[in-house]
């Protein structure tokens, strides 16, 4: 084991007592000729990590241990340290244009650690530079030339040959890629992953930029205001991310192969100096429990992962089993039954946006009622948040239901024409019995002004006929927020509505499912529509899911005939 | 076509209603109804006489004294007949509203349960409507006693299939609506959704149901104390009718004028109210529900 960093701590002074905690406890290790990645958000401690592990922090900032070849690192002197830099562990820094000293040809910053840490003469670290500025793929002029006539990628070159100048054991990557155009970072990237491969270094990635880690890593570890949330391979991390930060992170994440709308995590990362008790992650967890808010978890394997979640990872928020479900046509006879869901069996996940697609009559909105517990199914099962919603009666059921909402395809007809709005968005509430009168009222204006409609008492006592179906439709929504649910089922939310509204209509309801962190199943026909926010799409054909996949993939690789006959007839102008 | 979707065309596909404005109809059925019933309420003050006192000489004609004469034991007929009307509203509410409560029950269950408790009731309803109604009248009448409430329970226990029948379409209907479901998706109990959505939904409905049991049963009760079948005690419009028939050689003189022509127009003039707010409200009514009634 070359590299081991156990429990690091990073802790800056800010006013003598308090001290602003950056790195809390994170634990790694990187042997010879591996390579690990570390990912995270702006300001979650990653380049502190990487100036760390070079000795770069004032003394007494930096706690816990990090060993190279079994010898700790923490607390050396400056002297023990400069013998360490470079030759053993060298670093690229982030910020490329100051990291190289204005006044100084380039070459010569490259020849001097040459000729500092290895004793060369002048000559000879000439001689070494144009050689390590060959492989990094600069030529002789390069290295006559003064920083500023260097373009951002050649003088990052440079400063990776200086690196590479003495041979370190470990080379730390800050942002390797950082303020490159995608040419340039490509040529880059080929270069590191050749190094790699051809010397025996151990690699550490520090990046915001997924693509960089998912390149040159084979391990990842996920940063999250300073603490590891997700360690394992980094194949399997970006392809089944398990912490549902590392989840939020993939799927805010631009990507060539997404054809989906970018998704933000809701919140903001927290403030270092007063992080959250608890999970920091926690405020902005879509299944964050009571525990999340109070204990820290630890970071633990869980099935070949290391996971820091008390729920050990993302949950499974609905699961449905065989559901099965014949109609017959005039209760009679066996030729005249219509099997409008056949075995159906899917997954929703915690905040996850899933799509069912499939033509008209392929059993979409059955199988949605079938979900949300308004058709008891002929056979199967419904399991939300593990408890069976197919077997629940009484008090049970309707706890069960607060938590699973409907939006159906038909606004006029989902609202009472006897009530007023104000009535209408509160009955969930009456039902529930959740609150005081106050409480409900205050409720109802919150949750209409959520969907952009006026809480004004006018528009309070309206009736559903003096409202437009895009108005109706929002009230519906409100409606199905009010109990705040974890999952909402849109059936054919918009087809109802005329285009401009329909935008408006599917952007609302994806904004407020950020925002909320609820998982919401829409349920179309719409492959044009749905694949502008769906995470992962099902598809649905005579009563049968078909095929499922990640959204880029089911619009960019579609395997089941189905699902290319759909694409196809998807609508597209000119 | 999307965006073009007219609420008020769902609204009469789907079988709903809306009270509209009293039409002529209605509004002069309610004028009687109310006449009637300042009649009955204030009884004892516009009934120059205790009905049951004898104020007169028997069969005296109609004078200042007696306005419509005596009967034959000499009890003040236009007092007798301004009490009758409080016997004859009371069988109207009472009957109509059992009436109207068992259908509801019924009606009510079946529909919204369905399946084969829907089928076992229905069936039960078409052997109560097989069955002639006049001749078990009788038959229960003579049988339970001639009380009033037994008239009343009678009354409630014929009439009640047809109402049921009623009830349970729109019931059925009702039901599929998608806001009725949506209720129980906000986890209501089936409790709930029948008295908050069902209920005001065929509310018409019943009012509709209620009017016309009750003009069947004034109908019903003034036949049974006509035919001496109601409670000899009740001074019903029936009673009078059957009293003043049975004096010998009525027809002779011209005494039927103000002892059986009044009753006689009372009973029709109270059916003739019921039964025009019937078609009133009737016309506020889904037209193929209101086929279905009849």
Known sequence: MMLMVQDLRVTFPLDGKTGLRAVDGVSFDLAPGTSLGIVGETGAGKTTIARALLGLHPPGCVQGSIRLDGRELVGLSEEAWRAIRWRRIALVPQSVGTALDPVYRVGDQIAEPLRYHLGLSPAEAWGRSLELARRVGLEPRHLRAYPHQLSGGEKQRALLAMALSCAPDVLVLDEPTSGQDMLSRARLLGLLDALRREGGMGLLVISHDLAVVARLTERVAVLYAGQLVEVGPTAEVFQDPRHP?????????????????????????????????????????????????????????????????????????????????????????????????????????????????????????????????LLPPDGGRVVLEGRELTAARGKERRAMMSRIQLIPQDPFDAVSPRLTVAEMVREPLDIQGIGTPEEREAKVRQALRTVGLPASPDFLARRAHELSGGQLQRVVLARALVLEPKLIVADEPVSMLDPSEQARVINLLKEIQTERGLALLLISHDLALVRKIADRILVMHRGQIVEEGPGNRIVTRPEHEHTRMLLEAAPRLG | MPGTFSPLEGERLSGNFHMRPLNGELGFGLILLALCSVVAVLAPVLAPYDPRAFSGQPLERPSRAHPLGTNDVGQDILSELIYGARVSLTVALAAGAGTVLLGLLVGGMAGYAGGWLDQALMRLVDGMLSLPRLPLLILFATFLGSGLPQTIAVISFLFWPTTARVVRAQVQSVRQRGYVRMARQFGASHLYVFLRHILPAIGPLIAYGLVTSAGQAVAMEAGLAFLGLGDPLVQSWGLMMRFALNLPGLFLTDRWLWWLLPPALCVTLLILALALMGIGLEQNLNPRLARRWR
Not at chain 1, 246 to 273: F, N, Q, V
Request: one cysteine or more; aromatic letters at 4%; charged letters at 25%.
């Open chain 1, 245 to 373: 930060y590392t989840w939020g992170l993939l799927h805010a994440y631009p990507d060539m192969s997404t054809a989906r709308d970018l998704r933000g995590i809701r919140g903001a990362p927290p403030d270092p100096a007063n992080p959250p008790p608890g999970c920091r992650f926690h405020p902005r967890c879509t299944q964050a429990i009571d525990r999340c808010r109070r204990e820290e978890p630890p970071l633990r394997e869980i099935g070949g992962r290391w996971i820091a979640c008390h729920l050990g990872g993302l949950q499974t928020l609905l699961r449905a089993e065989g559901l099965r479900k014949t109609f017959s046509v005039d209760g009679g006879e066996p030729e005249e039954r219509v099997e409008a869901v056949r075995e159906a069996t899917l997954d929703i996940r915690e905040g996850e946006v899933v799509a069912l697609v499939g033509e008209t009559g392929s059993g979409k909105t059955t199988l949605g009622q079938m979900l949300v517990g």
